[in-house]
Each structure stands twice: as structure tokens, then as C-alpha cells.
């Protein structure tokens, strides 16, 4: 029989701590991450969906700890820095998080692939509603460029690295402690 | 003898449906907010200015803070490279310092002819120009939007309307300015319309982003004589730019449209210089 370490109670109010905010800290890290002009070649012409694909994964793994106010404040967050209207993302995150947490169990029993395969079509789902938000809420005629789909296929693509990041996150606080 | 929901509280099954409901209301408060939040900001333009400039001067710092490793990392790296190309570097800056040095006896000449015509002419000059050299802080985030923060703002003399220009050529203009930052629309914007002509046939036109790093131009006569490879400039119509800004070449002619390619590549600039010509424009953009 395995016996559990003891632990002090300091060392176990920071494990919970650490637990409960762990989903928000990565959510509002790659949110970050993803308006900072990193100085790697073209990233402002591709930049990946960072922020989705972490929604995405929570929303997954840990939907209880990944809050639907949380998800919109990051979208809003977004918003602000595009320097559009304010709500656009905010929309599109919440749509996201509905949308995973309600497939929730039926991704966490299939196969990676799948997984993979819905990150992927989420982030095409993703880039046309805001193309129809976009649409319907500015004055210019908005068009689908190439670039739009690269984004979201690059997106898509990232989310093999990003989920085993997210999992390697994940495992440093793998038991909710009380 | 007291019942299980007594000892254990409601049943896990109970709790889950209790959750779920709760989920739901709040979703649907969100997306209220969501709704009108867009509405909102769409309606009420200096509501979403007032916002974003605010939040653009209290993340500005934050942000600023944070890069500081980047660009140390991006500076060592480029340092190492600087230092691997010196040779090279050195005897292509004296190729072109021999061809300077014969530019710079006539832009003398020049000037002191030009001087002594508009002496004669009596020509009233352009009033001098103010610049300031900027960092980009954050990018936007999505495809669809093509704009960038500046670590400086309305405290550094920065005021909406203002050029951003990047190696000699015009990468876009400011359209919002907080106390130490501001926000530049890209030429490459969707909403981005600039006056420009063809240097040479001196064809007017306007140059309309569309998300793309090739912008066409729009409104081009039907009898223009434009050729691949001719540079585009500011017109100046509009007062909101200077005459003669370097934009960018004709790359593509086509039945539809004229493309052009931009000089500066707005995706890959880290620092601007921020001009204030003096121009107020027709549309007070300083508002």
C-alpha cells in the first residue's frame, strides 16, 4: 500500500492554491503571450490561437476549474488590444467554452486524434464566427483572406506541443487536495 | 436515525444537475453581456475609445516589463550576428559611404539653389516636422485586425492622426493615443484608406487595406498609365499626410485591381518613428 508523504500545512494550502489557479495562470499566460510581438519571423502574420486552444483543453480536462466569467474577461482582454469592438472575442471564447464542456466526456474518452481533430475544426468554427461578428458589427466589408485559414490550420496544429505542455502543467498538482 | 442526504448533503447526481443549471443562467447572462457589450462599443464610439486608452496606458508598463528578457535575448542574439558579419558589413558601408559622399555635395548644391528660388518665388515652407521613435508593445491578436501598441503616448507629444513611419516608408497612422501609449492602424488594416499617386504618371488613387501585405488600389483611372514597379506615395489629398511618403511598388496589375507591396513589412516592425507634420487634416482626427 502507498503511503502519502506527509505534508505540512503550508506546503498543502500552496498544492491547492496552485491547483485551482493553474488553468487560470496558463489561460491568462498564452492570452498574453499571443498580443506580445515576440521577434520570431512572421509570427504577427501567423499568429496562432493560443488562448482557444488552452480553453479548449481545460475545458476538457478541468472543466471545474475553468470558469465561463474567466474565459470572457480574456476575450474582452483581447478585444481591448485588437482596438475594435470591445466583445467580439469575449463572444467567441464563451461560444468555445460552451461548446467543449458540453462534448467534455466525449472527448475525454476518445482517441488523441480525435482530440486533435476537434481542436483543429474548433479553431476553423472559431475563425469563421468571428468572420460573421466582424461581418455584422463593422462598417467595412470584411473578407476571408488565406491568412485567416493558415491561422487557424497553425492553430490547430500547435495543439499537440500545447496539450503536452498543458498536461506536463497539469500533473504538477495531479490530485485535488482538501 | 438520520437519512444519507443528512449526513452527505445532496446526491453527487443532484449536485451536478444543480451545476449544470447554474452554468446555464450564467451562459446566458454572458452572452447578454456579450450582446451588449457589442451593441455598446458599435453605438457608442468614445465609450470603447475612452475604455481601451485606459487600458492601453495601465497594460502598456505591464507589458513593457514583461518583454524586457525578449528583447535582451533578441539583442544578444543579434549582437552575435552583427559581430559574424562585421567584415562584410564594413566594406559594404564603405561602398556606400563613397556613394554618399558624392550625394551629399549635391543635396549642398541643391538646397542652396532651392533656397535661393523660393526666396524668389517668395513660398510659404511646410511647417517643420516633430518625430519620435516608438517600440511595439503588442500586436493584434487576430487575422482580421492589423494594428499595434506604441509604448508612447499623448505625454510624449504623440496626438491621433500622427504617421508612423518605418525605414523611410509610411506604415500607418495613429487612431488612438493614451497618456503613454497609443495605437497605430496598419496600412494593411481592412479600414486603412490612404490618398496616394504613382510617382512618374503622378495617377491618383486610394490605397485600401484588406488584411493582406499586398493592398490594392482603388479608385484608379480608367486611362492610368501605371507599370509594374512604380512607387507609390502619399498624395497629401486630405491633409492628413504629407505629399511624397514613400508607400510602396506596384506588384500585380489585373483586370480587377493593382496590388501593391508595401516597403516596410508592417508584421515585422518593432520599432516606428512617429511623425507630427503638422497637418490637421479635412476630418479632425485629433478628436
Not at chain 2, 555635395?105 to 511646410?126: A, G, H, M, Y
Request: glycine share 6%.
Amino acid at each position: 500500500m502507498k503511503i502519502e508523504r506527509y505534508k505540512p500545512p503550508h506546503q498543502r494550502r500552496l498544492e491547492n492554491i496552485w491547483h485551482h489557479a493553474m488553468p487560470t495562470l496558463t489561460l491568462a499566460a498564452l492570452t498574453i503571450i499571443s498580443i506580445l510581438p515576440l521577434p520570431i519571423p512572421n509570427y504577427r502574420f501567423f499568429t496562432p490561437d493560443l488562448s482557444l486552444l488552452a480553453i479548449y483543453y481545460w475545458c476538457i480536462y478541468r472543466r471545474d476549474l475553468i470558469p465561463l466569467p474567466l474565459c470572457f474577461a480574456m476575450g474582452v482582454f483581447e478585444d481591448l488590444f485588437d482596438g475594435y469592438q470591445i466583445g467580439i472575442n469575449a463572444f467567441i471564447f464563451s461560444i468555445v467554452f460552451l461548446t467543449t464542456t458540453t462534448r467534455a466526456r466525449f472527448f475525454r474518452k476518445q482517441k488523441y486524434q480525435i482530440l486533435w481533430a476537434g481542436a483543429a475544426a474548433l479553431c476553423f468554427l472559431a475563425t469563421l464566427l468571428e468572420w460573421v461578428l466582424r461581418e455584422a458589427f463593422l462598417t467595412d466589408h470584411v473578407t476571408l483572406t488565406l491568412q485567416s485559414f493558415i491561422n487557424a490550420g497553425l492553430s490547430g496544429l500547435l495543439f499537440p506541443p500545447l496539450s503536452i505542455l498543458l498536461s506536463k502543467i497539469q500533473k504538477t498538482a495531479p490530485v485535488r487536495v482538501h | 436515525m438520520p437519512s444519507y442526504k443528512e449526513i452527505f448533503g445532496a446526491s453527487s447526481r443532484s449536485r451536478v444537475a444543480r451545476r449544470t443549471a447554474i452554468q446555464r443562467i450564467l451562459f446566458l447572462i454572458i452572452f447578454v453581456i456579450g450582446l451588449g457589450l457589442l451593441a455598446y462599443s458599435r453605438i457608442n464610439k468614445d465609450f470603447s475609445t475612452s475604455l481601451k486608452t485606459g487600458f492601453y496606458d495601465l497594460a502598456a508598463p505591464v507589458i513593457n516589463t514583461l518583454m524586457e528578457p525578449v528583447y535582451f535575448a533578441s539583442s544578444v542574439g543579434e549582437e552575435a550576428k552583427n559581430l559574424v558579419d562585421l567584415r562584410e558589413e564594413n566594406t559594404r558601408l564603405a561602398k556606400e559611404n563613397l556613394k554618399l559622399q558624392y550625394y551629399k555635395s549635391q543635396v549642398s548644391r541643391l538646397r542652396t539653389e532651392n533656397t535661393e528660388l523660393r526666396k524668389l518665388l517668395s513660398f510659404v515652407p511646410d511647417a517643420p516636422s516633430k518625430s519620435i521613435a516608438a517600440r511595439v508593445i503588442a500586436t493584434s491578436s487576430s487575422s482580421f485586425v492589423k494594428s499595434v501598441l506604441i509604448n508612447a503616448g499623448q505625454r510624449q507629444g504623440i496626438s491621433n492622426g500622427d504617421s508612423a513611419i518605418y525605414n523611410e516608408a509610411l506604415i500607418g497612422r495613429v487612431v488612438e493615443t493614451g497618456k503613454n501609449s497609443a495605437r497605430v492602424l496598419l496600412l494593411t488594416d481592412i479600414s486603412s484608406r490612404i490618398p496616394v499617386m504613382i510617382e512618374g504618371t503622378r495617377d491618383r488613387a486610394i490605397l485600401a487595406g484588406n488584411n493582406t501585405a499586398s493592398p490594392p488600389l482603388k479608385y484608379l483611372s480608367a486611362t492610368n498609365n501605371v507599370e509594374i514597379g512604380q512607387l507609390v506615395i502619399t498624395s497629401g489629398h486630405g491633409g492628413i499626410f504629407p505629399a511624397g511618403l514613400m508607400i510602396g511598388h506596384v506588384s500585380k496589375i489585373s483586370e480587377k485591381n493593382v496590388q501593391v507591396k508595401l516597403i516596410a513589412n508592417p508584421d515585422s516592425v518593432d520599432y516606428v518613428r512617429i511623425f507630427n507634420f503638422g497637418l490637421n487634416g479635412v476630418i479632425d482626427l485629433k478628436k
